[in-house]
């Protein structure tokens, strides 16, 4: 009912104002619009009508196309950068310290035992005979390099070259260090490449690499991880540097400090670390004044005599300064402070505030990366360092079905090994080098949309700082103005012209509804008299269409008084005649008033 009511109230709306037509819409809006143009188009006589109607038309045109442009610059989210230099007391950074070597020699050598030994022969073999012959009677374990062997590629034919194992000339249990007689490369000859192999060794690549150097380096590395994959981490805690022997003296400003004020954290590439100012626990520390005297000084016991040889190039600490509460990516983003020598470093800080959705893609905790985050174990901030390295995990055990073990290990998932993963070697190979790997991370992960730059320092040269923040270039309160403009500028209009126009939109809807309506409603009426070429019939002629004339009594017997009518037929049975009512036809409703006023008469 309601529904009904609204209906008529709009359809008498329609009957006072604008009509029932399109016509009578356009006229009645042209004639009460505000906007200039219309209303000439009406006043006017013929000629002008058309130049009228010529210049609304083109300059309705011009206001849509700039209106395009305008709403096309609003949603390309464009921002705009300021720069901002300011001047305060500002928290100290974190300080991560590590020892560049990962283990202590001393505690790790019975796991490395088998695979020095090799690598002292593959130097032997790489670097030349002269070389090779000390040791020269040693039996080698062989069962780690048949995994992953180094080989010679002789190219002096470069459309057959030829594959040479460093120790081809004995396969079968040990092989001796000394050269091959005859042998006919080098490595300055060959190159020197990896063979990884899968599925039982059917299906083998070869890692290339620029120099034999880079190639030991990489075998070794990959060897060692392997062993050190199947230790259990507290056994690898162990076999690092402890605080009280790395740190042996500690000063912040004028405060005496230890490595009891260091939070410890174990990082594979290099070990035990510690981090000064962390802020997990304790509130940060602010830095009193500028300057060297202001800043953390300490003195650190590399302990260069245990360190892992062939592990290890360089001698020192490895140092990374970064915000509270973010963790050290200390292998790609520190330094190096050398053995031997005193290192002073200044600390200039760059602080980038992003603006988020729409305008950029970065993101403010990680909530909305679909990436699981691995390193939320240690309590940290989201950083797109940690975003791609989960991420690489995550194909990794996908891919390969262990998880690497330079990065952290999702729940009831293992490390890769030789011996419960055989192929993970060839595996992980492919997957670094696969640019679509990167790729879906990259586009997965997000840049943090607020992120401190410091730059790789130790104490602050000054408590000037700048800020680099991003605001947004073209704000709804530009659009908006941009679009009135360009309106009253070439059509002589306002807000209130544009609720004329979507109130003619409204009618124009209003009249096609009822358009529609009409339209059904004939199509049913004529559908209702398809059915009776004539007029409709009575009810005499229906009663008599289904009188059955072919019904016939039965023959009556005699009975006693059948003698009086000896020379009689039987009466036939009275039969009922249809009542000829012509009053029940249906007729028009003007013909029975006429009927009535004439009675009346």
Not at 73 to 100: H, Q, R
Not at 175 to 188: D, E, I, K, Q
Not at 341 to 355: A, F, H, N, P, Y
Not at 550 to 561: R, V
Request: aromatic share 12%; charged share 20%; proline share 7%.
């Amino acid at each position: 009912m309601h529904v009904k009511k609204y209906l008529l109230k709009g359809l008498h709306r329609l009957q006072k104002g604008p009509g029932y037509t399109y016509k009578e819409l356009l006229v009645w809006y042209c004639d009460n619009t505000n906007t200039h143009g219309p209303k000439r188009i009406i006043c006017e006589g013929p000629k002008k009508k058309a130049m009228w109607f010529v210049l609304t038309l083109l300059f309705t045109s011009l206001v849509c196309w700039q209106w395009g442009l305008f709403i096309k610059t609003y949603l390309n989210w464009e921002v705009s950068v300021s720069l901002s230099i300011g001047f305060k007391t500002m928290d100290f950074p974190a300080v991560t310290i590590c020892n560049a070597s990962p283990f202590q020699y001393s505690k790790v050598q019975h796991l490395l035992k088998d695979l020095d030994e090799l690598m002292e022969a593959v130097l032997g073999r790489i670097l030349g005979p002269e070389l090779s012959q000390v040791n020269a009677t040693r039996t080698l374990n062989l069962s780690i390099w048949h995994h992953t062997p180094l080989v010679f590629i002789n190219e002096q034919n470069p459309h057959h070259p030829v594959v040479l194992d460093l120790f081809e000339d004995n396969f079968n249990g040990s092989a001796s260090s000394s050269p091959a007689p005859g042998r006919p490369c080098s490595a300055h000859r060959c190159k020197v490449a990896m063979r990884l192999c899968s599925h039982n060794g059917t299906t083998c690549t070869f890692r290339n690499f620029s120099s034999a150097t880079q190639a030991v380096t990489e075998w070794y590395t990959l060897q060692a991880t392997n062993i050190f994959a199947q230790v259990p981490n507290q056994e690898l805690v162990a076999m690092g540097y402890p605080a009280e022997r790395l740190i042996l003296a500690c000063l912040f400003g004028a405060e005496p400090c230890n490595y009891r004020n260091f939070t410890p954290i174990f990082h594979p590439d290099y070990g035990n670390c510690y981090i000064f100012n962390w802020g997990m626990t304790e509130k940060a520390l602010p830095s009193a004044n500028p300057g060297t005297e202001f800043g953390l000084k300490l003195i650190l016991d590399m302990g260069q005599e245990d360190y892992v040889p062939f592990l290890t190039s360089t001698a020192g600490a490895r140092l990374m300064l970064h915000e509270q509460r973010s963790y050290p990516f200390i292998k790609e983003e520190g330094i190096y402070a050398m053995a031997g020598m005193e290192t002073s470093i200044g600390v200039l800080v760059d602080k980038l505030q992003r603006k988020g959705k729409p305008y950029s893609q970065c993101t403010k905790n990680g909530s909305d990366v679909p990436i699981p985050n691995l390193y939320s174990s240690y309590n940290t901030t989201y950083s797109i360092q940690a975003c791609i390295r989960s991420c690489f995990q995550e194909h990794m055990i996908r891919e390969c079905g262990c998880g690497h073990y330079l990065y952290p290990l999702p729940h009831k998932r293992k490390y890769c090994n030789n011996q419960e993963f055989p192929d993970w070697a060839h595996c992980y190979s492919a997957l670094r080098i696969s640019m679509a790997q990167r790729e879906a991370c990259i586009y997965a992960c997000k840049e943090s949309c607020k992120k401190g730059i410091v730059k790789l320092n130790i104490y602050f040269q000054e408590f000037n700082y700048r800020t680099i923040e991003e605001s947004a270039a073209n704000n709804i309160v530009w659009l908006l103005s941009n679009l009135g403009g360009q309106f009253g500028f070439w059509m002589g209009g306002s807000v209130l012209c544009l609720i004329e126009f979507g109130e003619i939109i409204i009618d124009f809807v209003w009249i096609t509804i009822i358009k529609l309506v009409a339209l059904a409603k004939s199509v049913r009426q004529k559908r209702a008299q398809a059915r009776y070429e004539g007029p409709p019939p009575t009810v005499a002629e229906l009663v008599e269409a289904h009188t059955n004339f072919g019904f016939q009594p039965d023959s009556a017997t005699p009975g006693p008084d059948a003698g009086a009518y000896p020379h009689e037929q039987n009466p036939p049975i009275p039969g009922t005649p249809p009542p000829n009512y012509d009053s029940l036809r249906l007729q028009p409703l003007d013909v029975i008033e006429s009927d009535s006023e004439g009675d009346a008469i």
